[in-house]
């Protein structure tokens, strides 16, 4: 888990800045199985608060529930999630599309908003809200 300075929050401020963040998360993770990535940020998306939920080779559970919890607890006006596909391909899945519309849904209910959501495969990436699906 990466861990911030209070003095100096990490603002994660467009798909650069996320992508830039993630990356180094994902590369602290084991390539081989998937692992979900969850950055709650303020009205000025700076970084309140972030968590990281590990599955296996072939995927990794969505848990909504917690992920509304904590932007309830920490009071994220936003969040931008990220995943890797421990199979290269950085496509999203139907099931990761699906999800992530869910938990938009969601929060909006706490007037959050999910950002973005970037699918990590290899060196490349996806982003959701590129895509439309946000």
Known sequence: MRHQRAEHPLKLDG???ARAFFA???ADSDPSRESLW???VDDEARCLHVSRHDGDETGTDFPIRQIIADAAVHGSTGMVLAHNHPSGD???SESDCR???RLATAAEAL???V???L????AECTSLRRLGYL
Do not use: K
């Open 115 to 117: 950002l973005d959501h």
């Open 99 to 101: 999800a992530t519309r």
């Open 15 to 17: 798909l650069a800045a």
């Open 119 to 122: 699918v990590f495969g290899g």
């Open 38 to 40: 969850v950055a709650h």
């Open 24 to 26: 180094g998360c994902i």
């Open 90 to 92: 950085p496509r999203p």
């Open 111 to 113: 007037d959050c908003t």
